[in-house]
């Protein structure tokens, strides 16, 4: 996309403008707005409640913690970090990089643009609407759900890290550990194999608003994703080591099945 060109040479120049300087902390343990024509080295804001408007403006660092709160609606940051609890809502400007931990949120809207999100912990990314991202990087624990936007590459990593996908345009999932969950969520949806490994393949169908599904899946993703025609009641985000059957539970369906291979061996002697 020509919109990821532009984002990246976007942060690079914000990187470059701002890094050489000497990074002034500016604390906010109340709330505040940053506005057009200010100019941030490094910012933190923390404090539960604690309510940040970004309305304008450049900051190099933003940092989010103890449960506050971050509206961003114009203006250009270099680097966002989000962690224990903080919520990031953005619904215009640019975002260079996102990096969320803990369980931290970030929730992108309207027409803002984001070069790359680094997602771990148990932290959520929420894209819709027209947001703009190059790249989503998913790992750990972390969940990613893609309701609408546009969005170039995801990638799902180590751990065991949740994305669904239910509306917008993505140009290709990919990964390199095999790890994850993938769930696409459209109307006659399917999802085709490449070649004979069965590891590549595109899903194809139409959203529930009616547009076009069509997603490439990279090496590895094919055996990741499932598609369905309705949003999942729950998902299983810490399977017991006794869940023979996969269902996310031990129960008389687990038990059944132990009890039926019960003393028997594999062995050779």
């Not at 990741?224 to 299983?236: A, I």
Request: charged residues 15%; glycine residues 12%; proline residues 2%.
């Amino acid at each position: 996309m020509k919109f990821n060109v532009i984002l990246f040479a976007v942060g690079m120049i914000l990187t470059v403008g701002v890094a050489g300087q000497a990074q002034d902390v500016t604390i906010f343990d109340s709330n505040a707005t940053i506005s057009e024509g200010d100019v941030y080295s490094m910012v933190v804001v923390k404090g539960e409640g604690t309510v940040l408007e970004v309305t304008g403006g450049q900051i190099y660092k933003l940092i989010a913690m103890n449960g506050s709160i971050v509206d961003v609606s114009g203006g250009s940051i270099s680097v966002l970090e989000s962690y224990d609890m903080s919520v990031t809502n953005a619904v215009a400007g640019i975002i260079a990089s996102v990096a969320t931990y803990g369980d931290s949120e970030v929730v992108l809207a309207g027409e803002v643009g984001v070069h790359e999100i680094y997602c771990t912990g148990t932290s959520k990314v929420r894209v819709s609407e027209a947001a703009v991202v190059s790249q989503i990087s998913v790992k750990a624990n972390s969940e990613v759900y893609i309701l609408g936007g546009a969005v170039d590459t995801l990638y799902s990593g180590l751990g065991d890290p949740y994305i669904e996908i239910s509306g917008g345009n993505i140009n290709g999932i990919a990964t390199a550990n095999y790890h994850g969950q993938i769930v696409v969520i459209g109307d006659n949806l399917s999802a085709t194999p490449y070649g004979g490994n069965y590891l590549t393949g595109e899903i194809t169908g139409n959203w529930k608003d009616g547009t076009v599904c069509n997603i490439p899946l990279g090496q590895g993703v094919y055996s990741l994703v499932t598609v369905s025609d309705s949003f999942p009641q729950s998902r299983c985000t810490d399977r017991p080591e006794s869940d023979i059957s996969g269902d996310c539970k031990v129960d008389m369906v687990d038990l059944a099945k132990m009890a039926s291979e019960w003393l028997l061996e594999g062995t050779e002697r």
